[in-house]
């Protein structure tokens, strides 16, 4: 996979930013199964180390995804470069152009649009997890304290 933006940088022609784009896809839903996999358990467990534990492990995975975005975006930026622009010509209209742009950057989108959908995902399953636990409170109620006059 793909792992840098000197890497997108070195890709040239829409074939290879199209045969990227199939790599990365690929190479990424298989590293991010795992994550997939404890999201769609239920946590409502009253087990409180079992819930810290799956808490832990689903805030681990920020770092990465956040990552895969920061790839998503830049391959969604360069496609929309003048690198992959088709060339005014005669016949070659605006929306013709426009259309080309989407068909190279559109998948990166997409993927794009999942991944910060996976990171809201990530949050709302750690802020669940500390209202479970208490921790929220615990937090909250030390907020507010400090700050009281």
Request: glycine share 4%.
């Amino acid at each position: 996979m793909v792992g840098s933006i000197r890497e997108i940088l070195k890709i040239t022609t829409p074939e290879q930013l199209q045969a990227a784009f199939l790599q990365f896809e690929t190479e990424l839903w298989d590293r991010i199964k795992p994550l997939e996999a404890v999201l769609e358990k239920n946590i409502m467990s009253p087990d409180v180390p079992s819930t810290l534990q799956h808490m832990a492990y689903v805030e681990s995975w920020r770092n990465r995804i956040t990552r895969y975005l920061y790839l998503a975006d830049g391959f969604v930026s360069y496609a929309k470069s003048s690198q992959f622009a088709l060339p005014v010509e005669k016949g070659t209209t605006e929306a013709v152009r426009d259309a080309w742009k989407k068909t190279l950057c559109g998948p990166f989108e997409a993927v794009q649009r999942r991944l910060e959908e996976l990171l809201r995902t990530i949050d709302s399953r750690v802020n669940m997890c500390k209202k479970k636990v208490g921790m929220e409170d615990a937090v909250e109620s030390n907020r507010s304290s400090r700050f009281a006059a």
